[in-house]
């Protein structure tokens, strides 16, 4: 039996789909298209920001220590949730951590792992990263929950949502150092 060019394209497109659902290729592929359309994130405009009315919120790290959100209350902070799994949430982590070791100590980060503790231990180990990584021991804020990860937010020191971003953004850009700098002399 003799197959046609036809039927030989769409074997290769059907393979194609096959490799890009339901293997490793396909999670590096999102990866790269993620990073590929990350642009900066967009400033809530004023009228429209949301401010953080509750600050009680009990996480914990890797290793099993509490941490209370309302020791962030006054500061600026910057809320990431993400998971292991999540390609757009993988594919803007080199731009968080780039800011990260810019801001820290001097913005106030919280990288909310959507996972499994061994998992997420594994994947920053693996990549080298080092963040303050956190996982929910109590109910997210109302103003902090969303149906979709990535999603990132940047609080101001009076608790205003200045930046309330879902999907990948380029983390490190000029615009998101100009407002951190700026929220900083605040």
């Not at 509750?54 to 309302?70: I, R, S």
Request: aromatic share 10%.
């Amino acid at each position: 039996m003799k197959l046609s060019k036809e039927q030989i394209s769409n074997g290769i497109w059907i393979l194609a789909i096959i490799l890009i659902v339901f293997t490793p290729v396909g999670f590096h592929l999102r990866v790269f298209v993620s990073k590929l359309i990350a642009t900066s994130a967009d400033v809530v405009e004023a009228a429209e920001q949301n401010s953080l009315k509750n600050y009680h919120w009990n996480l914990v790290t890797p290793e099993g220590k509490p941490m209370d959100f309302q020791s962030k209350k006054g500061e600026v902070v910057l809320v990431n949730f993400w998971a292991t799994w999540c390609p757009p949430c993988v594919a803007e982590l080199p731009s968080l951590v780039e800011l990260h070791n810019a801001y820290k100590g001097k913005v106030d980060f919280a990288f909310v792992a959507s996972d499994e503790r061994e998992k997420v231990t594994a994947f920053l180990k693996k990549k080298g990263y080092q963040l303050p990584v956190y996982f929910e021991a109590s109910q997210t804020p109302n103003e902090l929950l969303s149906k979709s990860i990535p999603a990132t937010y940047i609080i101001d020191k009076s608790g205003n949502i200045v930046v309330d971003e879902k999907g990948a953004a380029n983390w490190n850009s000029e615009s998101t150092r100009a407002l951190l700098d700026s929220l900083l002399l605040e």
